[in-house]
């Protein structure tokens, strides 16, 4: 029975680690979406490999400037990420410019994309929780 | 600190999902979830095969319900107050069904009053979805420091529709780490049905018709979006309301479908030093006044089975 209520005492403290964890990587990768931008009310978070590509769907709509933040760890440059519209043209890739952790858009017309993320070849992490967020500004 | 079960249960989840990716194994604490993502995995080893992982959750955007109504205001049609959802209303909602679809009609109204400048009516709004939050279980979303903010910037409608925007992150996040993603795709699934509602009924005529049909046309990318976010769920819920919410929905996607896009590539102009990258290509879309009607017709019932 104690070493149950041991086991149980030292997990809630892990869980506790580990939820605070969690939030700094959200916290963290806020931080690059200014108030000037108002957050979609989305969080796209998935698991990423090594060598993987994960995918999103969005929408965009025309007249309006969007700021992606993509953020794998709480150091910037670990997750690249390329926008492509529906035709899959690619319309933007962050290992272009540096790795970018976060990027404005300005959409003239409505355009349906497509956002690939995967961890930076540059980086030594191998797999890591990956957070896209979107802001935007009418 | 004295943990409920079904709060510690939702630690244990979160957990569960954080470590389970810092270690390297794909999860959403479902067991098809892991199946999917190992053979996804696995997948990906094959130089013959797609690497692009396809995960049950979070991987379809919806457009926030706070952006579509400045859109509105932005083509200067009329603010209707007989359009928006009964704040007071709010106890009548008794299952977490009915309270995530109601917490996205209170935001999608919020956005709409926001965006008309009508602040004296956002007060009853955000208590609505404050109360709804809670009755879900949703932690954090409203904590005292974000209540204060709300109370210190009633008067700013910029820092309402950010404050308003974080709480629906918040809660997005929370769920889905407390695997109930279920619960947050029904919560964006109802500020877009109010948001589309009070599109088709914003009064099409005037000037604006054109520019009002085409948002409404551009509803059909995120309708499907919507539907990928809650087709994982259906027939899995053992509740019969979700599962025809989801009919509902795919109907009113057929009408969509309908709409032929007309899309046209141009290339992009990058300015390095702003980190600005403007998409010069464009949609057109059209749609006829028949078609419009049937779409209004169909969100207008869709929109007040979930509010009543």
Known sequence: ?138 | MILSAKKYCGYLLATGIFLSACAGNAGGGKKTDVDTSKKEQTAQLDPNKSAIVKINNRLFSVPSPLQLAGFLKELNLPFKKELLSDASARQNYTTSFKQALNTGVYGADLGYINAYDQLPEAAAYFSAVRFLTSELGILNSFNEETISRIEKNSGDKDSLLYIASLIYRESDYYLTNSDRNEIGALIIAGGWAESLYLMTNAGISGGNTKKLCELICEQKYPLNNLIELLRPYYGKLGNVNYDTFLENLSDLAGIFDEINVKYTFRDTKTDENKRLTVINSESNAALEDAQIEVIRTKITKLRNEIIQ
């Open chain 1, 1 to 138: 029975m104690k070493i149950l209520l041991i086991s149980v005492i030292l997990s809630f403290f892990t869980i506790l680690k580990a939820e605070a964890q969690a939030d700094t990587l959200l916290k963290f990768c806020a931080a690059h979406i200014p108030s000037s931008y108002i957050s979609d009310g989305q969080v796209y978070q998935t698991p990423v490999f090594e060598g993987e590509t994960a995918e999103f769907a969005l929408t965009f709509y025309g007249g309006s400037t969007y700021r992606i933040a993509a953020c794998a760890g709480v150091e910037d440059g670990n997750l690249t990420f390329s926008l492509y519209d529906k035709d899959r043209n690619e319309l933007f890739c962050s290992t272009d410019h540096n790795n970018a952790p976060f990027w404005d858009f300005k959409f003239t017309s409505t355009v349906e994309c497509y956002l690939e993320a995967q961890l930076s070849t540059e980086s030594t992490v191998k797999s890591a929780f990956a957070i896209i967020l979107i802001g935007f500004k009418n």
